[in-house]
């Protein structure tokens, strides 16, 4: 039973323009989201955070929404830059619980 | 060191094979996490320390998967006995409180043959 859904496996954008990635999730207990950057071979890194007190926050040129009523949250990175190219996890846990909840990811490829 | 570091990064078992994997956290961090990540998976959650004391390990697929963290700092996951299922990559994360940002490590690739 998978709560955190990430339904585009992959996604194109060229470079300057802006990437949007989803994420849904089903567990209206969630209440922390996390989003995490992969490239091959290494472990997920960490890119930011939303707590569900706020709707959005924003580091850079990567910006977190955060949809409570939708159970959704997306992550918009402008402008694109080729490095950006790598796998994107979003991630949910619960206040009362300990372990994050991850999504299957989405492979954005920024092209030149 | 920074970061969360594990080893051996790859490891080739044969079936049947017992192997440990080693996980040493960020410094002063008090949580500990293993997940597994199968290919074209998101991880998927293992088991949970803090410091010591393993809280949770509703995720451990079965009884040949074991951890501890005996002094509150390095982990080992044990996975004995080892079938081709096993075959994935193992991530260790740490956070500095519990259901917060977790930082992983580069993970060990798992392949049993």
């Known amino acids: 039973d998978q709560q955190v859904k990430q339904n585009s496996p992959s996604l194109s954008v060229q470079e300057g323009r802006i990437s949007i990635l989803n994420c849904d999730y089903t567990?209206?207990?969630?209440?922390?989201f996390l989003w995490y950057k992969k490239y091959p071979a290494e472990g997920p890194t960490f890119l930011i955070s939303i707590s569900s007190i706020k709707d959005k926050n924003e580091d850079g040129r990567f910006t977190v929404f955060l949809n409570k009523s939708a159970k959704h949250l997306s992550l918009h990175i402008v402008p694109s830059q080729p490095g950006d190219s790598a796998v994107y996890f979003c991630?949910?846990?619960?206040?009362?619980?300990?372990?994050?909840?991850f999504g299957t990811g989405t492979s954005l490829t920024v092209i030149p | 060191g920074a970061g969360v570091s594990q080893s051996p990064r790859y490891k080739v078992a044969k079936r049947g094979q017992d192997v440990a994997l080693r996980c040493d956290p960020i410094?002063?961090?008090?949580?500990l996490f293993w997940y597994q990540q199968a290919l074209g998976q998101g991880p998927e959650f293992l088991t949970y320390?803090?410091?010591?004391?393993?809280?949770?390990k509703s995720g451990l697929p079965s009884d040949r998967f074991f951890a501890e963290r005996p002094e509150g700092s390095v982990s080992t996951l044990k996975i004995q006995r080892t079938q081709q299922e096993d075959s994935a990559v193992y991530l260790c994360?740490?956070?500095?409180?519990?259901?917060?940002?977790?930082?992983f490590g580069p993970g060990t690739r798992l392949l049993v043959l």
């Open positions: 994360a740490s956070s500095l409180l519990p259901a917060r940002t977790q930082y």
């Open positions: 567990n209206s207990m969630f209440d922390y």
């Open positions: 991630a949910a846990s619960a206040r009362a619980g300990n372990q994050f909840y």
């Open positions: 320390f803090q410091n010591e004391a393993q809280l949770d």
């Open positions: 410094s002063g961090h008090v949580s």
